[in-house]
């Protein structure tokens, strides 16, 4: 919460102006995020991933800070290229991706793609002849808040026979990429990636195939409610654990921050609408707000992001919540499992601020469940 994003809000209500949620996210922050992921890895790319928050305003100004950007469809990359970066400055990180959109990505002169099977190699020989390609490996997540499962990559032995694949058909076999999985709370998480990359480097050289790049990929938190370590923590811990595992003979790297970049960047205004009790005897409150999972809480999904809620009553005794969104979803809950604590004395109408809410909120929410419009945003 900064003050600009104070002064807005207080702004806005004096107004009385906007009537619903809003998400209100502060571009100074992002552009100290970005500072900062430059310094504490300097030898490193930084490659913004756009669907952390796609908004034209964060866009141009990573761009003309010198970001790169990791997109995962053709719309991403117009927009990263409508915000001012080069084609030279977009991947087409996606693993999955239709053939025809590889070849219109091709068209707008996109020459770096993602792959982790043989499959999508030959759609990108066929419709983007000649570009790179980097392959991504298997993570497991462990130590993320938001693990990313076995969707996405290959094993690394595989990964070999995915790039000789690629070096067969006319593409430049560039390096490995892999996703230590978001929200990752443990800086040591990159080094067994690392020490797989390493052997995937070693096997290609010994086909004849010299790679480049590693793709660190995101994973970098945003503050919630438990403390993390600071990006210069990663840093370094990855820094250490490429020396380990590379030698002198470091390669290329690049990142990927999404959550990192914009997460506390934004805050996220709502409204009581309702505190009620399943009966007289029940000693849970349930604490109804004016945005839910469908407003842009999506990542509340298995209540695996636990939001920071600040309210105008902090300071008064705190009694457990069940928190919920408005629509007529029963999915529609955010904390239940474990429920929330807030000041015993909220009422309808008061505004609470859920902060860190600058990542995986304003596209999350959906178009007009229960006739909800999508979440508004704001960026100053
Ligand atoms: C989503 C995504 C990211 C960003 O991840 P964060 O955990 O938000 O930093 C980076 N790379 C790829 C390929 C992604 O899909």
New binding site residues.
């Given amino acids: 919460m900064t003050e600009r994003i104070r002064e807005f809000l207080r702004d806005r209500r004096s107004r009385g102006v906007d009537e619903g949620p809003v998400l209100v996210v502060d571009l100074d922050v992002v552009k100290d995020n970005y500072n900062t992921f430059s310094k504490a890895l300097p030898d490193t790319r930084v ?1 913004y ?1 756009v ?2 928050n796609p908004s034209p305003e964060v866009l141009a100004l990573l761009a003309s800070l010198g970001s790169c950007f ?1 997109t ?1 469809s053709v719309q991403e990359i117009e927009m990263a290229l409508t915000a001012g970066a080069t084609p030279d400055r977009i991947s087409f ?2 693993t999955i991706k239709k053939e025809r959109d590889v070849a219109r990505a091709y068209a707008l002169g996109i020459r770096l793609f ?1 792959v982790d099977c043989q499959a999508e190699v030959d759609k990108v020989a066929r419709a983007a002849p000649g570009s790179k390609v980097f392959c ?1 490996i298997l993570c497991d997540g462990a130590g993320a808040e ?1 693990p ?1 499962s076995r969707k ?1 990559g290959c094993e690394p032995v595989m990964a070999v026979d995915v790039l000789e694949h690629a070096f067969k058909a006319g593409l430049e076999p560039y390096g490995i ?1 892999f ?1 230590v ?4 709370r443990n800086q040591h998480a990159w080094d067994r990636a690392l020490a797989q990359a390493a052997a995937v480097f070693k096997e290609c050289g010994e086909r004849g195939m010299n790679l480049s790049m590693v793709n660190l ?4 938190p945003t503050k919630y409610l438990k403390n993390v370590p600071t990006v210069k923590t990663y840093g370094n811990a990855i820094f250490k654990a490429l020396r380990k595992h590379f030698g002198n003979r470091i390669p290329e790297t690049i990142i ?6 914009v ?1 506390n960047a934004g805050v996220i205004e709502s409204e009581v609408v309702l505190v009620s009790k399943k009966s007289e005897e029940d000693d849970v409150r349930w604490v109804y707000l004016d945005i839910g999972k469908f407003g842009g809480l999506a990542e509340t999904m298995d209540e695996s992001i636990r939001y920071a809620i600040k309210t105008p009553r902090d300071g008064d005794a705190l009694a457990p919540c069940v928190l919920a969104g408005p629509t007529c979803d029963s999915a529609d809950v955010l904390y239940e499992k474990q429920p929330y604590p807030l000041p015993v004395s909220l009422e309808i109408g008061d505004l609470v601020l859920i902060e860190g809410t600058g ?2 909120t304003s596209t999350y929410s959906a178009v007009a469940f229960n006739g909800f419009p999508p979440l508004k945003t704001y960026h100053i």
């Fill in positions: 490659f991933a669907k952390a990791d995962a990180g996606n993602a991504r938001w990313l996405f990429s996703h999985g978001s929200q990752q990929g995101g994973g970098f990927e921050p999404g959550r990192g970049m997460g990542a995986y």
